[in-house]
């Protein structure tokens, strides 16, 4: 049993995280931290998610939680999340969400909407905190 987290390093990936240990510490349980990336991403894209990988592990050694990271190269975000959460059998899977206008409320993310709609766990969806 895991904690499945959506990591990008932006501040929603971030406030996902930091939710993910939270909750890894209130049950218990691991943290897997899954990073989508592309196929045939460019060289230097790569680099940048590997040193934001290396930031990830030195906050969740620092945190002292137990944790994986996972990265996967299907492009499909929702996909990765869903079958890692299977995989573990994760009790939860954690997500960052964007602040959006009125009108954007009335539409979720393509990736959220099929991991809430989808996932055979809970989902927190979490927001960062005001900038």
Excluded: W
């Amino acid at each position: 049993m895991a904690i499945v987290v959506g990591y990008l390093a932006t501040p929603e990936g971030r406030a996902a995280l930091e939710a993910a240990v939270d909750e890894s510490r209130r049950r218990g349980t691991p943290v897997v931290v899954v990073v989508s990336a592309r196929p045939g991403e460019p060289e230097a894209d790569r680099a940048d998610v590997q040193a934001d990988l290396d930031q990830v592990r030195v906050k969740l050694v620092e945190s002292g939680v137990e944790h994986e990271l996972r990265l996967l190269e299907s492009g499909d975000v929702a996909d990765d999340l869903i079958s890692t959460a299977e995989q573990v059998d994760a009790q939860l899977i954690v997500l960052g969400l964007r602040r959006r206008s009125p009108v954007g409320k009335l539409i979720l993310g393509a990736n959220a909407q099929r991991v809430l709609f989808d996932a055979a766990c809970p989902v927190l969806t979490v927001k960062p905190g005001p900038a």
